[in-house]
């Protein structure tokens, strides 16, 4: 066991709260430095608790006077915050203290965004706007006052007071402290409605600057097929007669789903055809889903501590990942979903930061905002619901909702709603909440006498903290294809809950083919020996999707792994299996383009790593080049009718039929300008009338070391354009070749237009260069170097970004000695940084335990 930081908290130190929160009133008198805040909370005592100890949350907070019930009273000013001797009875305590937004660079509380006032309060920024319980557990009604010359002044609810230069909120939603939300500023709205399956009329606003109003139509649709989608498939109608959105520049995540008023990182809301990609539309409609569909899972039916982030994140992953397939194609947005998780989570999984979806100690629970806890923890709710059926599923969210609305609550709860709604018993399964990494199931076949018979055995590594792994319950969907490719046995969902256990088929007349963990029915790592020669044919005939895509993911993943360890050339079979499967016009091109991609250069890393050699990235990167110009060369007919054959005419559309379309074209440009040249690619630039079509065309070229003159023409074009910016300089380091590609970081580090407080310019550059993994593990070491000088740079100003952006080196443990001793380095050179922040100081002090 490794030593704990004396700052860790733990769930089992859970206790309830000593008293509750009957309504609270704050008056904003906003300045740019020196905002004062008075607040007005009345308390009860907690009936459920067991002592009077009252004491509130409180950072980087001036303190000028507090009151109990109208005395003046002296609070002890505490670590994080004040104590009192509160009576034990309910009292009313008033404070006014003094905060500085502008100097808040972390974007945590209250903050200034380009002269706009905002606030970010999940999970413990609302301590430093005032003294308060900033527990989730705390629910209350919120009024607000905000005094100020700005034009818009928002909060939480409904609107019940405006004059001049001060407006009024009233929020009658109980709720957390970290759903609080304030929005100031020069801000204009695109406005709508939404009537609502009871025939309520929502007012519904985009808030923008002048400058962005033409980029809030998509986000506004989104956010109307949201609304309507919740209310069909959940039965969840909206409760407020006003719905506001708010885009900000500077802002460290996505978006937050704050009561009535969700504040979008600007990246997660704009978009016009010009200026955003059909990845950018999809992303936007997925995240206004998100944060929509969190009003219920998450706003009403909330946490009761941070431990059970999950209840709330891992639901609504889930469901926004739904939404999506409902809107576009569900085949295609499970193997995306599983490329992410794949690539994020199952390396977060195999290495030092590893923890359960549901963890059991934090130091700063901003670390905890992973991957893990919300796709893995999306993964677990899909995999009840296979258990459970649609019916029960159902069944088990209305029990849930009826329930715990209004409640902040547990995953012990949400379990108890699915065992009591369907009868099942979800003792074993619970282990996939508190058990860390990704299970391996192995197969085992074997045919005799007409008998399939199957048998699968389960094992999960140790992680840290956790070396013992009991067996979890596993949904393996498997179907049974003949040698023509017949199904003979539709999917049948088997449940793998015994460390090793075997299913039999019976009355088969041949040998079959199996497809086991059809549309990815676990987040597990299937280890099933099979053929080249099956793989193949379960690429050309698997009828379910997800295995389909699979098989060829695998033929290409194997046939790597020979050229990387064996020297072996590119696997001329799977090159034509690929050109068949491409080529049907039977599939969606969205899908077709999938198929075109080859796993990641870190996933190959990691599976070089299970067989028990380090991996070199310099080799692993050279390798899937020479597979994707073989791919090229190989198929270049096929590639090029592709291309020619499915261009979009018409005006720009981003739904997912023209946007599929453009994704294969895109995926034959990339690969056809490695031997072709970047003529097309050109061509389709000077052509583009869309960012899509434009950044796929300066990509390719940059790739092949083309596209200068494309690369200025795009930055005069496009300067005045924060998020579009933000392309060009990522691009530029994604596109780099290995030995270049710090020195490129570096030199765009210096560009005028880097603005490296901004978090999503910081990440434009600093994110490439950790995804080009052999430009950041080239073996000289600079991008190791570039990357921890600028995250200690960061750090003093914005934690949270810094902490989240040191995972870059989470593998490290992963490479050669070299590799190691260079990146360890770097870690301690962070660890033993003056002043390092909580946040960064833990994830580094895990990665290096
Ligand atoms: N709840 C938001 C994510 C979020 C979390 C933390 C933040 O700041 C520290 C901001 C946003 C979501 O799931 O969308
Ligand atoms: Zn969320």
Redesign the pocket.
């Known amino acids: 066991m490794t030593q704990h930081d004396p700052r860790t908290v733990f769930l089992r130190d859970y206790t309830p709260p000593a008293y509750l929160v009957e309504e609270v009133r704050l008056t904003f008198r906003l300045a740019p430095h020196a905002t004062r805040v008075l607040s007005e909370i009345q308390f009860r005592p907690n009936p459920d608790a067991a002592d009077r100890d009252f004491f509130l949350h409180g950072e980087q907070l001036k303190l000028i006077s507090a009151h109990v019930d109208g005395a003046p009273v002296t609070p002890e000013l505490v670590e994080g915050g004040l104590r009192l001797d509160a009576p034990d009875a309910a009292f009313t305590f008033e404070a006014e203290v003094e905060i500085d937004p502008e100097n808040n660079t972390a974007l945590?509380g209250l903050y200034r965004s380009n002269g706009m006032y905002c606030t970010?309060c999940?999970?413990e920024g609302f301590r430093k706007i005032t003294f308060y319980p900033d527990r989730p557990d705390v629910m209350a009604p919120f009024h607000v006052r905000i005094e100020s010359d700005l034009p818009v002044l928002l909060s939480n609810g409904n609107e019940v007071a405006r004059g001049e230069g001060f407006a009024e909120w009233y929020d009658p939603w109980p709720k957390p402290s970290y759903l609080f939300a304030l929005v100031a500023g020069d801000l204009v709205a695109h406005a709508d409605s939404f009537t609502t399956q009871s025939g309520r009329e929502v007012a519904l606003n985009v808030w923008v600057r002048e400058a962005d109003i033409d980029k809030c139509a998509f986000a506004m649709e989104a956010l109307k097929k949201s609304m309507k989608w919740d209310e069909e498939v959940y039965g969840r109608e909206y409760d407020l007669d006003l719905f506001n959105i708010v885009a900000v520049d500077d802002f460290?995540?996505?978006?937050?789903?704050n009561k009535g008023l969700n504040i979008f990182n600007s990246s997660a809301v704009l978009a016009s055809p010009e200026t955003a990609t059909d990845a950018d539309f999809e992303r936007i409609e997925a995240i206004i889903a998100?944060?929509y569909f969190h009003n219920w899972t998450g706003n009403r039916v909330t946490c009761r501590d941070w431990f059970q982030l999950c209840l709330k994140?891992g639901l609504t992953v889930f469901r926004d990942q739904q939404f999506t397939g409902d809107m576009r194609s569900h085949p295609v947005k499970r193997i995306d979903d599983a490329m992410l998780l794949r690539s994020a989570q199952f390396r977060e999984d195999n290495g030092p930061l590893a923890h359960p979806v549901r963890p059991e100690s934090f130091v700063e629970i901003?670390n905890f905002?992973t991957v893990t806890v919300y796709e893995k923890g999306a993964e677990i709710v899909g995999m009840l619901k296979r258990l459970v059926g649609d019916e029960g599923y159902r069944k088990a969210l209305d029990l849930y909702f009826e329930r715990h609305d209004g409640q902040a609550v547990t995953i012990e709860d949400w379990l108890k709603a699915f065992e009591d709604a369907t009868g099942r018993d979800l003792s074993q399964f619970a282990r996939w909440y508190h058990q860390a990494g990704t299970p391996r199931v192995h197969v085992a076949e074997d045919y005799a006498d007409g008998t399939y018979t199957l048998t699968l055995r389960q094992e999960t590594p140790p992680t840290p903290g956790q070396d013992d792994k009991a067996p979890v319950v596993i949904p393996v969907a498997v179907g049974l294809l003949n040698p023509n490719g017949d199904e003979v046995v539709a999917t049948r969902v088997l449940e793998l809950s015994e460390a090793e256990q075997s299913f039999a088929f019976e009355g088969l007349s041949t040998r079959p083919v199996a497809s086991i963990l059809r549309g990815f029915s676990a987040p597990v790592i299937l280890r099933h020996e099979q053929s080249h020669e099956t793989r193949a044919f379960l690429l050309a005939h698997d009828t379910d999707p997800f295995n389909k895509w699979e098989a060829g993911r695998d033929l290409a993943r194997t046939g790597l792994l020979a050229m990387i360890l064996d020297g072996a050339g590119p696997d001329a079979g799977y090159v034509d299996a690929l050109g068949q499967a491409v080529s049907d016009e039977a599939l969606d091109p969205a899908f077709r383009a999938r198929l075109l991609a080859l796993p990641g250069e870190d996933e190959l890393a990691q599976a070089i790593f299970e067989t028990g050699t380090a991996p070199d990235p310099t080799a692993i990167h050279a390798a899937r080049e020479a597979l994707r110009r073989a791919i090229a060369e190989r198929l270049g007919d096929t590639l090029s009718r592709l291309y020619e054959t499915h261009q979009v005419t018409g005006p720009y559309s981003p739904e997912a039929k023209d946007a599929g379309r453009r994704a294969l074209t895109n995926a034959a440009l990339s690969l056809l300008t490695l031997t072709q040249g970047g003529d097309r690619a050109r061509a389709q630039y000077r052509a583009a009338d869309n960012m899509t079509q434009q950044i796929a065309a300066l990509g390719a070229l940059l790739v092949i070391g083309e596209g200068e003159a494309e690369l200025k023409a795009f930055e005069e074009q496009w300067h005045h354009e924060r998020l579009v910016m933000n392309k060009w300089f990522g691009l530029q380091v994604a596109a780099a070749r290995p030995e270049e590609t710090a020195a490129t970081a570096e030199a765009l580090s210096r560009h005028p237009a880097f603005d490296w407080k901004n978090p999503n310019r910081f990440r434009a550059v600093f994110g490439a260069l950790a995804g080009n993994a052999a430009g950041f593990h080239d073996p000289s070491g600079a991008g190791y170097r570039l990357l921890a000088d600028w995250l200690l740079k960061l750090d003093p100003l914005n934690p949270?970004t810094t902490a989240r952006m040191t995972q870059a080196f989470s593998t490290w443990k992963r490479y050669d000695e070299d590799r190691k001793r260079l990146i360890r380095a770097e870690l301690e050179r962070i660890a033993g940084a003056q002043g390092l922040s909580r946040d960064t100081s833990e994830m580094v002090g895990r990665m290096l335990a």
């Open positions: 945590e970010q999940e999970a460290n995540m996505g978006a937050m789903e998100h944060e994140e901003n905002y949270q």
